[in-house]
């Protein structure tokens, strides 16, 4: 009888295996890579993660709703005129964009947003989605988001200050902070927000009656995590109705759903190209004469600010 049962447990031990991932430490997180053992790319060389620890610093709170949903906000470029309103008098807080020009790449897609500036001139941006869920920004210092999912209905939105040519500045510094920008003051040892949704991410009625801000909520990040969360945890998207200026929008959800067709037929996926990461972010003036799809294309890697390193 003994035996027996040894036996059977000998049969059951050859037969379980616990899964496990590769994982690999970069930028003080722990990444694992989930897919086929066969495919396994090198690790994608995101700027953020390759500078000095005295050169980026992070901030992460957790969103209450779907991963997508908070990406697909990250994304879209117009609402930075009306959301963001009241925050500096930059261009993109006083003239709604008007040109868009999106690119597929091997890591995701670039893409570019433009502003008539009434003169003869256009004010350009640029963002990058580097798949899985990476937005690289155009700002100075340049900046990261990652948003990953938690379960269906939250989020975790991490956010990365970096400088490729020398450690963060003080002023850098106080930003990420002091929960400015994009960044969140959350409840000491949590990853919540001390402005959030139950208690209305805590506006300052006054200053959004004053037309000191659209919002009346402090900082860029706050501001949109509102209007995400505000959507409810899965926005119902039959209700939608899609304008030109939401192209980014279409690209991402194309992507996306391309992407699970590739996977299940075992096509090559986007951001196998390790290289294909280090994607620079860049804002500048151009005359509207200028071929955007040209600008793009020497921008891409910052070759410029690289020759400069
Ligand atoms: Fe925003």
Redesign the pocket.
């Known amino acids: 009888m003994n035996r027996r049962y040894e036996a059977q447990l000998e049969n059951i031990q050859q037969q379980l295996k616990i899964k496990a991932y590769p994982c690999i430490e970069r930028a003080e997180i722990v990444w694992a890579y989930m897919g086929p053992p066969k495919l396994k790319p090198a690790f994608s060389e995101l700027d953020w993660t390759l500078v000095p620890t005295s050169h980026r610093l992070s901030t992460r709170h957790i969103q209450e709703c779907n991963w997508l949903q908070a990406l697909e906000?990250?994304f879209?470029a117009a609402?930075?005129t009306f959301?963001?309103k009241g925050e500096t008098s930059h261009v993109s807080r006083t003239i709604v964009p008007t040109l868009y020009e999106v690119q597929q790449t091997d890591a995701g897609f670039y893409t570019a947003t433009g502003r008539d500036m009434g003169d003869g001139r256009i004010y350009w941006n640029t963002n990058a989605l580097l798949m899985p869920a990476h937005k690289i920004i155009s700002a100075v210092a340049p900046a990261a988001h990652m948003w990953m999912p938690i379960d269906d209905e939250h989020s975790m939105l991490d956010s990365t200050e970096f400088r490729f040519d020398g450690p963060l500045t003080e002023k850098d510094l106080e930003k990420v902070r002091g929960g400015k920008w994009?960044h969140t003051v959350n409840h000491p040892g949590t990853d919540i927000s001390v402005l959030n949704k139950s208690n209305d991410y805590m506006i300052d009625r006054a200053a959004q009656g004053a037309g000191k801000s659209y919002t009346g909520m402090q900082g860029?990040?706050i501001?949109?995590c509102a209007v995400q969360e505000s959507m409810g945890p899965i926005a119902d998207r039959t209700r939608e109705f899609l304008l030109p200026c939401d192209i980014e929008i279409v690209k991402i959800r194309r992507l996306y759903m391309q992407a699970l067709d590739d996977m299940a037929t075992g096509k090559p996926l986007l951001g196998m190209n390790a290289a294909g990461y280090r994607m620079r972010m860049e804002r500048w003036f151009a005359p509207k004469s200028d071929d955007i799809l040209a600008m793009m294309a020497e921008r891409k890697y910052g070759a410029a600010a690289r020759a400069a390193e």
């Open positions: 906000g990250g879209d609402h930075l959301l963001h994009i860029l990040g501001q949109d």
